[in-house]
């Protein structure tokens, strides 16, 4: 009688762990298609053209970002309080499929459009995150965090390479700026079929609490972030931690963004060859995922994020040394490689360093602490860039050299945020962080 009546659990446990993967396995199609390979360098260079496309995608993305982090810790401790963060991961995916859907409508010269319905989209991608992400812990158990995180990287990298390849041989075979703009239909719905296992396979953690007389979700949520606000003076190495990850999130975040402009800009590489280059970057992404998922649970969290971090460091420093196209895409899959071990395994830690109970409000103030970040970094980079190229114009260079010159200087910033965030990362203490969130747990 008692093996069979843990039979169903161990099941649905399966069928969670199988949901958030293949939640992912959509969600990155996103990334890799919109952000990454296709969208990315058409608003860049078609719908605006030139260095003013660099700034305009800057200051898209830290739009998007700054509104993530003015709702997501709010949002974040009402699916807490609620038992709803299913509820939540569902309203921001929709939101997200419908305006990468729109994106079909924005041509050359819509400017306005392709930055709103882009912003929309990416409030969509990044809020939904913040709930997909809480989930973490509500379906793992501390010690099987790194590899469940690392599996969902890496499968959800396999999704984007899928997304990418059928959206290249479209490209490939037919091509045209109609076949780009049905690209982004094509990820819409990949999106959604990917997310069906999510909705119909998970079931909300928690118990659902009961508003008091004179309360209702908001003035709950603002209490619930009051009293952290207060208590996270307990969570030292928490904060330590979200303090280097502000830092060097910065630098991973720029490195996304700006990876295919970088391509097209420095080494003029066109859709094809950007969709190619992105395919390898998420095939040694599902590595990197893979490999430091293992390495964070049976070494240590903080030991495969600094390796990882450092690899980043040794990657954007020979980019500016590298002439050759062969030489960045090499380049572009170490990158890969570490990328994903930087954010697999700082998703797990800031699971191990939280109180359970709590999760969603912790990862909504991780989702600010990012979001704050990827607001920072992207607009600084945007700025550099088009500052730069437009200082060397004034100076008699050619416009494609001084933009070349622009997209160069920008991307050795990244390496500040990426070395300064490692340095504070060393002064974290994980094993007394995770004691305090377990016991803070037990306390609750």
Not at 181 to 206: C, D, E, L, Q
Not at 389 to 396: D, L, P, Q, R, T
Request: positive net charge.
């Amino acid at each position: 009688m008692s093996v069979s009546a843990t039979l169903p659990v161990e099941r649905a446990t399966r069928r969670e762990h199988w949901a958030w993967y293949l939640y992912d396995f959509g969600n990155s199609a996103f990334a890799a298609v919109i952000l990454l390979a296709v969208y990315a360098t058409y608003f860049q260079g078609t719908v605006v053209g030139g260095a003013e496309g660099s700034r305009l995608w800057g200051l898209s993305i830290g739009i998007a970002m700054l509104v993530v982090a003015i709702i997501s810790p709010v949002l974040g401790s009402i699916a807490d309080f609620s038992a709803s963060k299913k509820e939540f991961l569902f309203f921001f995916t929709i939101i997200c499929i419908i305006f990468t859907a729109l994106l079909f409508f924005v041509r050359q010269g819509s400017v306005f459009t392709g930055m709103l319905f882009f912003i929309l989209a990416e409030i969509g991608y990044r809020s939904s995150q913040v709930f997909y992400d809480s989930i973490l812990p509500d379906i793992a158990k501390p010690e099987e965090m790194g590899r469940i995180s690392g599996n969902g990287w890496a499968i959800g990298s396999f999704g984007g390479i899928v997304c990418l390849l059928i959206v290249l041989a479209l490209i490939t075979l037919i091509g045209g700026q109609f076949i780009v703009r049905i690209s982004f239909v094509i990820t819409a719905v990949f999106f959604a079929i990917s997310t069906i296992p999510m909705f119909v396979w998970y079931k909300n953690h928690g118990t659902r609490q009961n508003l008091k007389d004179h309360e209702n979700h908001i003035t709950v949520a603002f209490g619930r972030l009051s009293r952290t606000f207060k208590e996270l003076k307990n969570f030292r190495e928490l904060l330590k931690f979200f303090a280097a990850f502000l830092i060097y999130n910065d630098g991973i975040i720029m490195t996304l963004d700006f990876a295919a402009i970088y391509g097209a800009v420095m080494y003029g590489l066109e859709s094809q060859q950007l969709i190619i280059f992105m395919i390898i970057v998420q095939v040694t992404s599902v590595i990197g995922a893979y490999l430091f998922g293992i390495l964070a649970d049976r070494v240590q969290g903080k030991l495969s994020l600094a390796i990882s971090l450092i690899l980043m460091i040794a990657v954007i420093t020979a980019l500016y040394f590298n002439k050759t196209l062969t030489g960045f895409f090499i380049l572009g899959g170490v990158a890969g490689f570490a990328l994903t071990g930087v954010q697999s395994v700082s998703r797990m830690l800031v699971g191990q360093l939280s109180p359970k109970d709590r999760s969603g409000e912790f990862y909504g103030f991780f989702a600010v602490i990012g979001r704050t970040s990827s607001f920072i970094g992207p607009a600084i980079y945007g700025w550099l860039a088009a500052e730069i190229a437009i200082s060397f114009e004034s100076k008699g260079y050619l416009v494609e050299a001084a933009e070349k010159t622009g997209q160069q200087i920008a991307m050795q910033s990244v390496n500040i945020f990426l070395i300064i965030g490692l340095i504070i990362l060393m002064f974290v203490n994980f094993r007394k962080g995770q004691k305090t969130s377990i016991e803070v747990t037990n306390e609750g």
